[in-house]
């Protein structure tokens, strides 16, 4: 076992257990245990073969700890010790925001809940971890008790349960339109290197829309890693609008698993651009429970350096009659690794399902990496099913082509590589996020001036 | 304005120009015809400065300067333009944001003010209205998806705004209906000045009939093997290639005999 799961696992057996409800004290020990026994997942765990500890480990993070500050998570429009008069507190740990004016805007600061701001929507809630468990205790225990914590594998999930007290929890009523949400993630390391952990719930309701954009971007680089497990539920004909940046430092880890169970009709849209980071992966796995559901994912990755970006889609198609599309762009510069891996399971019985999965690749370097793999196991009958999966280089006769007109090479690369990633900015429904993220995506792109 | 002398040229190891001379003064049109595989390509993508052509002895004058020390896009800045024979498509970039993005480049090189978007579509107005072309193609991604005389047509809008010194034209009238072919000519003539020079790659006289050359060469198995006037490549046209190999250049007058 490696010396950081030690030294996590020695943290958690002398911290002073949180207090909650029984089932959940009992959870988190039994989370504890898991990762003490069982450490960080290793090479032979056929998931993580391709995404290695080392950054980690160099970090070398203490489990933060935030007892207490939870019962202090605000009301709306009220703001914590860092702002001031009902205003968010100017600071700059919180880069320029993604989106001008949302419904609702909430930010986690070292992976603590800072506050809230939003509108006066009948139907939506936005309540901290610990409020949400006294008024949904049996809705957030069924999500908190279907997270496998068992075995290496798991040891993020684990150490999320086992730290349990730090969320959110959104909660909107049938039929409401919950308007735009932008959820704010900012690291500073101040303390040293920490893993922050955190959990989010989103609780939709029959017949509900929100448009979720979460931004994971620090101003400050020193180094810090947050661990995010993401339970969403949406019931029937439910629409979640679900964009993802991040844009951290070379330094920052960032492990998220998010867990989406579809009710018959909903639509999952999710968008998930990395454009930094030093250790990053998400998971993403999506639960078909009733048919005519949807489910699309698309990605687009731009990494120069040494930085590792990891995106784990599963979608289970348990029910008959349901789409889901995978659609990943990776631009791999520097050493930089990428790793796609893309699953589909339709199950007997799953009829009619439509399955779609796309992932290419360019590699700008000749160390650069990329491990892109499709699995799609088809168990049912009329199952249109496509998939392909590219890796290549920027196209030499365009880049001559670019210049025999004028422009240089450096220009002609980024022109070509811009066009590669709109593929998936295109599909915004969004013109104004789509018109940012393509200048973001612009500032990511490896320099192409110095051979890298 | 451009001078060739000796060039030698190989492609992954198979020499391909073998001791060419050539050279165009500013204000004229030269023709160059020649059989297919004769190295016409060859020598555009030379002097345009694509990679992988390895130049094993003889020199490229253009101004007076060595021009194979320069990187393309520099080439193009000086005022060199290749109409390529197989325009490359570029997926997912625009068009007309490519062609502004390459003027302001050379505006930017020669020290002129760039253009804004707005003064750059009142120019490209101008010339679609005199090329007569649809302004559909604009919207598009370059090239992509673009019919073969669609993609020339492209290359002579791009020729157009660009306004280049030295212009070479890669078969720029194979594919081309009738009044494509007319629309060619007509840009090639308008761009026609003293201070600039046009070279014309071709198969066909048709083109020639719309753009009078000053000269004509004839380009076989890597060397000029004739010049002449406009009338050589009647004569062409008439006896074909094969007469040429077989002995033709001999009943050539000296004078044409390269
Ligand atoms: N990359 C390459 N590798 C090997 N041979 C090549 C390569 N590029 C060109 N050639 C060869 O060089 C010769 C000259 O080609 P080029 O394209 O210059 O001919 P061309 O005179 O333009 O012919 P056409 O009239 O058919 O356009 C041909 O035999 C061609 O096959
Ligand atoms: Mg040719």
């Known amino acids: 076992m490696s010396a950081l799961a030690q030294q996590w696992g020695e943290s958690l057996r002398s911290a002073t257990p949180a207090q909650g409800p029984r089932w959940l004290d009992e959870l988190r020990l039994r989370a504890s245990d898991q990762l003490t026994a069982h450490g960080l997942p290793q090479r032979k765990d056929e998931d993580w073969k391709y995404t290695p500890m080392r950054v980690l480990e160099k970090l070398n993070p203490a489990i933060a700890y935030h007892p207490g500050s939870e019962n202090h998570f605000l009301e709306k429009g ?320 365009a880049i001559f082509y670019m210049r025999s007109r004028g422009l240089g090479e450096a220009e002609a690369k980024r022109l070509l590589v811009a066009a590669f990633c709109r593929a998936v900015t295109d599909r915004l429904e969004n013109q104004a996020l789509a018109g940012r993220i393509s200048q973001l995506i612009d500032q990511a792109m490896p320099s192409f001036t110095q051979e890298n | 304005m451009l001078e060739i002398k000796n060039l030698h040229v190989t492609v992954g190891g198979k020499a391909i120009l073998k001791g060419l001379d050539f050279s165009i003064e500013a204000g004229q049109v030269h023709a160059i015809m020649g059989p297919n595989g004769s190295g016409k390509s060859t020598l555009g993508n030379v002097i345009a400065g694509r990679e992988g052509y390895e130049v094993t002895q003889g020199e490229v004058l253009y101004k007076g300067k060595n021009l194979l020390e320069l990187a393309p896009e520099v080439r193009a800045c000086e005022g060199i333009f290749m109409a390529f024979q197989y325009p490359v498509e570029i997926p997912g970039v625009n068009n007309t944001y490519f062609l502004r993005a390459a003027l302001n480049a050379q505006r930017k090189y020669r020290g002129e003010p760039e253009l804004d978007s707005m003064e750059f579509l009142k120019l490209v107005r101008e010339k679609l209205k005199i090329l007569h072309i649809n302004d559909d193609l604009l919207h598009r991604a370059v090239n992509e998806g673009f019919s073969g005389g669609e993609k020339k047509r492209n290359e002579i809008f791009q020729m157009a705004v660009l306004e280049p010194v030295l212009a070479i034209l890669d078969e720029t009238d194979s594919g081309l209906d009738i009044d494509a072919l007319r629309l060619v000519a007509e840009g090639v003539n308008r761009l026609r000045s003293d201070d600039r020079a046009m070279i014309v790659i071709t198969h066909y006289q048709r083109l020639l009939d719309h753009i009078v050359p000053d000269k004509v060469h004839v380009l076989a198995d890597g060397k000029i093997v004739a010049r002449g006037g406009a009338e050589l490549a009647l004569k062409l046209e008439e006896q074909g290639y094969t007469w040429l190999e077989q002995g033709g250049i001999q009943s050539l007058g000296a004078e044409l005999r390269a």
């Open chain 1, 78 to 397: 009220q703001t914590t010790e860092r702002g001031l008069n009902g205003k968010w507190f100017s600071d700059p740990i919180f880069p320029a925001a993604l989106l001008d004016k949302p419904d609702y805007e909430i930010r986690v600061y070292d992976g603590v809940l800072v506050g809230h701001e939003g509108s006066d929507r009948p139907g939506v809630t936005v309540l901290s971890l610990t409020e949400g468990l006294q008024r949904y205790e049996s809705l957030l225990r069924k999500h908190i008790e279907s997270v496998d914590i068992s075995g290496s594998a798991q040891a993020f999930t684990a150490l999320n349960t086992a730290t349990l007290n730090q969320g959110l929890v959104i909660h909107i009523d049938q039929q409401v339109d919950a308007g735009t949400m932008l959820l704010r993630w900012a690291l500073s390391g101040k303390a040293g290197p920490s893993i922050h952990n955190f959990r989010v719930f989103l609780l939709l309701g029959e017949g509900t829309r929100l448009q979720l954009i979460e931004q994971f971007e620090s101003a400050d680089h020193s180094g810090s890693a947050l661990n995010v497990v993401v339970h969403v539920e949406l019931g029937s004909n439910a629409v979640l609008d679900h964009l993802r940046l991040q844009n951290e430092s070379e330094n920052t880890v960032l492990m998220s698993s998010t867990r989406i169970d579809q009710a018959q009709g909903s639509r999952y849209l999710y968008a998930g651009f990395d454009l930094g980071g030093g250790l990053v992966r998400h998971e993403l796995k999506t639960v078909f429970g009733g048919s005519g559901a949807h489910a699309t994912f698309l990605g687009a990755f731009v990494l120069d350096n040494a930085r590792h970006v990891d995106n784990h889609i599963s979608v289970d198609h348990a029910s008959p009659g349901c789409s889901s599309e995978q659609f990943f762009r990776g631009v791999l510069g520097g050493r930089s690794r990428g790793v796609f891996n893309g699953k589909a399971l339709i199950r007997p019985g799953a009829d009619e399902s439509s399955v779609r999965q796309s992932s290419a690749n360019l590699l700008l370097s000749p160390l650069a990496q990329i491990d892109t793999k499709p699995e799609l196991e088809i168990y049912a009958d009329e199952v249109e099913a496509r998939h392909g999966a590219t890796v290549g280089q920027l196209d030499e006769a």
